[in-house]
């Protein structure tokens, strides 16, 4: 069963601006975390964040954490061609497994 | 893609066969993972196995099968009572960091289309 629902599904944005997408999830999580997926090739992990942080960055990543409100946001800063590809965040819960959700797809226009 | 091979990378079958892909890994990883992606959703869990000769059913098992004989191997078969086989499928190893969570390590994936 899918935990994380991406928003929005889609966005375009120029070079340089920022992208921030959004992801939100059903149930207590022990970390969360978000994947990249350039187009036809497997899942790349950027980012993970645990229950008790807020926020976290690597490089030009910044990822907040709200669990009294079931969400996250991850923010690409500087954005640049290269970035275009879906982003999926996914659930850690108690279990051994991760939950994905259904992905934002990225466009970012040179 | 890590340490993570798929292979074929692209595969057609007919209806009623069986096919079965291959993902391998060098990561001396203990857990893998099976997953397929439809378009326009995420990633659905079908199998995954969290130790040599163990593995355990996830979301979506029906029509498919694995083994897990070696660490380095869990390949998945498609059975012809899988419905709509059709799918890009994903393999992926778990990393366990102490004290920071598990990440996963995806291969390239397998394009599977039945004729």
């Known amino acids: 069963s899918q935990q994380g629902e991406e928003d929005p599904q889609a966005l375009s944005i120029q070079e340089g601006e920022n992208a921030t997408m959004n992801c939100s999830y059903k149930?207590?999580?022990?970390?969360l975390q978000w994947y990249r997926q350039n187009s036809g090739r497997g899942l790349v992990h950027l980012i993970l964040?645990?229950?008790?942080?807020r926020e976290k960055h690597s490089g030009r990543l910044r990822v907040t954490l709200d669990t009294s409100k079931k969400s996250s946001s991850l923010l690409i800063t500087a954005s640049r061609a290269a970035d275009t590809a879906s982003y999926f965040c996914?659930?850690?819960?108690?279990?051994?497994?991760?939950?994905f959700g259904t992905g934002t797809r990225l466009t970012v226009i040179p | 893609d890590g340490g993570i091979t798929q292979s074929p990378k692209y595969l057609f079958r007919k209806e009623g066969q069986n096919v079965t892909l291959s993902c391998e890994q060098n990561?001396?990883?203990?857990?893998m993972y099976w997953y397929r992606q439809d378009p326009g959703q995420g990633l659905r869990l079908i199998y995954y196995?969290?130790?040599?000769?163990?593995?355990q059913k996830g979301d979506i098992a029906e029509g498919y099968s694995v083994s897990r004989e070696k660490k380095e191997s869990f390949p998945l078969t498609v059975t012809s009572a899988q419905k709509n086989p059709t799918a890009f499928y994903l393999c992926?190893?778990?990393?366990?960091?102490?004290?920071?969570?598990?990440?996963?390590?995806f291969g390239p994936g397998t394009r599977l289309t039945v004729l």
């Open positions: 196995s969290q130790i040599v000769n163990d593995f």
């Open positions: 996914a659930t850690a819960t108690g279990a051994n497994n991760l939950f």
């Open positions: 992926a190893s778990r990393l366990r960091l102490a004290g920071q969570g598990d990440t996963q390590y």
């Open positions: 149930t207590s999580i022990n970390n």
């Open positions: 964040i645990r229950s008790n942080e």
């Open positions: 990561l001396n990883h203990d857990a």
